[in-house]
């Protein structure tokens, strides 16, 4: 596992999420997840696909319940929210507080992160309320698909086409946030922290898109394919 941490750092994003803790020592992959109760296989490909956007295993994730892919994505949801927006907001404040010349330039990078964060927030809470819950509904339900009856009314009332007209591209705008600290800040009193915003937004860039392709790559078809199942039962 500590050779994971070696060959890409921001993995420990990914063991954060799976509650993977340092102080592994020499363990394996295999050994690590079982002590924490994680499947290896789904650790070991969600780490591959974080690590290496060429690699996506889709018919590999496909393999494994709507569930665990769902559990992962709520864990990765609770990280923006909790850690990784409120460390990027933190460090733009320390930014703005140790400038002296163009406060205003900075604090409207401030507040188009701010609806950023709005908007992730909004995106986040329409997922975890509705689009999981849903998903998880349709997986209980086809599991017990002969004794189950008729389908209960969350499934009845939503589907993935709503999903996929609703999933907006949350990439977009922190690409234009990148943008305008690139191109167009002015001179900043210091460098290191205007660098450390921007490393931090490359970063949680990469880290939506990855999880944006496992919703729309993974989680998606598996719940259309039980939506076709159960749709002479509606």
């Known amino acids: 596992m500590a050779d994971l941490v070696h060959a890409n750092h921001q993995l420990l994003y990914v ?11 020499d363990k394996s992959v ?6 924490s109760g994680i499947e290896s296989g789904f650790f070991l490909e969600i780490a591959n696909a974080f690590h290496d956007e060429e690699y996506f295993p889709q018919k590999q994730l496909q393999n494994y ?3 665990q892919i769902v559990d992962y994505l709520k864990k990765t949801h609770h990280f ?8 990027i907001e933190g460090l733009i404040q320390i930014m703005i ?6 406060k205003k ?16 927030s909004a995106h986040i809470k329409h997922e975890d309320e509705i689009v999981f819950p ?28 709503k999903f996929i007209e609703e999933h907006g591209d949350l990439v977009e705008k922190l690409y234009d946030l990148k943008n305008i600290i690139i ?42 394919e039980m939506e076709k199942l159960i749709s002479g039962i509606k």
Do not use: Q, W
């Open 15 to 25: 063991m954060n999420r799976f509650g993977i803790s340092l102080g592994f020592g």
């Open 30 to 35: 295999e050994h690590v997840c079982e002590e």
């Open 65 to 67: 319940s709507v569930s």
């Open 80 to 87: 923006y929210l909790m850690e990784r927006v409120p460390e």
């Open 97 to 102: 507080s140790k400038e002296t010349s163009h």
């Open 105 to 120: 330039s900075l604090e409207l990078v401030r507040s188009f992160f701010g609806e950023y964060s709005d908007e992730l």
């Open 134 to 161: 849903y998903a998880l509904e349709l997986e209980d339900f086809c599991k017990r698909l002969e004794k189950a009856g008729k389908p209960p009314s969350i499934i009845r009332g939503y589907s993935m086409e």
């Open 183 to 224: 191109k167009y800040m002015p001179p900043v009193d210091n460098h290191n922290l205007a660098n450390h915003v921007l490393f931090d937004l490359f970063s949680l860039e990469k880290d939506v898109r990855d999880h944006s392709r496992i919703e729309e790559k993974i989680m998606v078809p598996k719940v259309i």
